[in-house]
């Protein structure tokens, strides 16, 4: 695969959640610890999140999906989303697809009056926190995540206020 096709970034469905299910596998697979609770979800399970008015979006270079994040709405005094387990496969990892996801996702939070995005991140990830707090997310103790893993430490908690300013653009773009 090479970074040089055509980069774009879609909202999935739930006729998509056996996609977003084999993107998180695989992009997890020895990277995040096996204790994940990721790795004993199904397509099923994906497939939820969209019935509780969650959604994703799906990163494609040259038409081939390559990464994806996820979302749901958490109850909190405004209008909030949680980010859940975005992943990118190992090819196009540092080419900026991270950052084009959670743009998309916040340019579609916007546009659905979220004033506010939670996540959590494994404590055995740092680069994970720093690559949140490039774009914006601070530590936060007071998020009350959806869902934690009973198996792992709680996680890293962070949060980041919407305004109506425009989402953070890539630090480096894919090359398209």
């Given at each position: 695969?090479?970074?040089?096709?055509r980069a774009?970034?879609?909202?999935?469905?739930?006729?998509?959640?056996a996609l977003v299910h084999d993107l998180t596998q695989r992009a997890w697979h020895g990277t995040v610890a096996a204790n994940s609770s990721a790795y004993r979800e199904t397509p099923a399970d994906?497939?939820?999140?969209?019935?509780?008015?969650?959604?994703?979006?799906?990163?494609?270079?040259?038409?081939?999906?390559?990464?994806s994040v996820r979302f749901v709405p958490v109850p909190?005094?405004?209008?909030?989303w949680e980010i859940k387990r975005?992943?990118?496969?190992?090819?196009?990892?540092?080419?900026?697809?991270?950052?084009?996801?959670?743009?998309?996702?916040?340019?579609?939070?916007?546009?659905?009056g979220v004033r506010r995005l939670q996540l959590g991140v494994?404590?055995?990830?740092?680069?994970l926190v720093a690559f949140w707090a490039t774009l914006g997310f601070e530590a936060d103790a007071s998020v009350a995540l959806s869902s934690h893993n009973p198996l792992t430490e709680p996680p890293v908690t962070m949060s980041r206020?919407?305004?109506?300013?425009?989402?953070?653009?890539?630090?480096?773009?894919?090359?398209?």
């Open positions: 695969m090479s970074p040089r096709g774009t970034v879609t909202a999935a469905t739930a006729a998509d959640a994906v497939e939820v999140l969209f019935k509780h008015g969650g959604g994703a979006f799906v990163a494609h270079l040259a038409g081939e999906a390559v990464g909190h005094a405004e209008p909030s975005m992943g990118l496969l190992r090819e196009v990892r540092g080419l900026g697809f991270g950052t084009l996801l959670a743009a998309a996702l916040e340019d579609a939070a916007r546009a659905a494994r404590r055995d990830q740092p680069r206020r919407l305004d109506s300013a425009a989402s953070p653009r890539p630090r480096r773009a894919p090359a398209s």
